[in-house]
Antibody
Framework: QVQLVQSGAEVKKPGASVKVSCKAS????????IYWFRQATGQGLEWMAW????????GSPQKFQGRVTITRDTSISTAYMELSSLRSEDTAVYYC????????????????WGQGTMVTVSS | EIVLTQSPGTLSLSPGERATLSCRAS???????LTWYQQKPGQAPRLLIY???SRAAGIPDRFSGSGSGTDFTLTISRLEPEDFAVYHC????????FGQGTKVEIK
């Protein structure tokens, strides 16, 4: 079945970096954009970055520019999100999600989500 | 930047009752990009509704979405035990944004 499987929980010290992976299966990895979101405990969802796995093009909101790096390895259908200069406020669950567009490129929602990766930043 | 405001913050209802959740945008938005997700504790969001009113694959017909412009609504016609969760509205676009969520809890 179509799924995204993320890497396991991480504990990092302030100032360090974390790299979360998101492995796609059940569909052609390069056919759908991947989005990254995060959710602090008890909070809403926050968009972090976007990638087109085919072209490698990426984008992120100004808040994360310079701190977030999105890459992919198409040979293993995996996207990566690296966040640097971690601080306590980055403690959250990080999700990848697949953007679903139909054959006419109409938006059909983010239909497949990874299970989430808990990142804890603590000294 | 468009802000989505969901109300109420918490909705306390009994199984079998009707749930009406609101999502209001700070300015008029394209309904094609208004999306609803369900999230249960410890789980990732699950796509329910896209394009303001289209149900995603496998979503029961007790879930319906409506609205346009700045006001959107998610309705659950008769709450089943598995529907008690947090519901998020989202606006897709160059900078995807979410509302803060509405928790539907058992009364």
């Amino acid at each position: 079945q179509v799924q995204l499987v993320q890497s396991g929980a991480e504990v990092k010290k302030p100032g360090a970096s974390v790299k979360v992976s998101c492995k796609a299966s059940g569909y052609t990895f390069t056919s759908s954009d991947i989005y990254w979101f995060r959710q602090a405990t008890g909070q809403g969802l926050e968009w972090m970055a976007w990638m087109n796995p085919n072209s490698g093009n990426t984008g992120s909101p100004q808040k994360f520019q310079g701190r977030v790096t999105i890459t992919r390895d198409t040979s293993i259908s995996t996207a990566y999100m690296e966040l640097s200069s971690l601080r306590s406020e980055d403690t959250a669950v990080y999700y990848c999600a697949r953007l679903n567009l139909d054959q006419y490129y109409y938006y059909r929602g983010m239909d497949v989500w990874g299970q989430g990766t808990m990142v804890t930043v603590s000294s | 930047e468009i802000v989505l405001t969901q109300s109420p913050g918490t909705l306390s209802l009994s199984p079998g009752e009707r749930a009406t959740l609101s999502c209001r945008a700070s300015q008029s938005v394209t309904s094609s990009y208004l999306t609803w997700y369900q999230q249960k504790p410890g789980q990732a969001p699950r796509l329910l509704i896209y394009g303001a009113s289209s149900r995603a694959a496998g979503i029961p017909d007790r879930f319906s979405g409506s609205g346009s412009g700045t006001d959107f609504t998610l309705t659950i016609s008769r709450l089943e035990p598995e529907d008690f969760a947090v519901y998020h509205c989202q606006l897709y676009g160059s900078s995807p944004t979410f509302g803060q969520g509405t928790k539907v809890e058992i009364k």
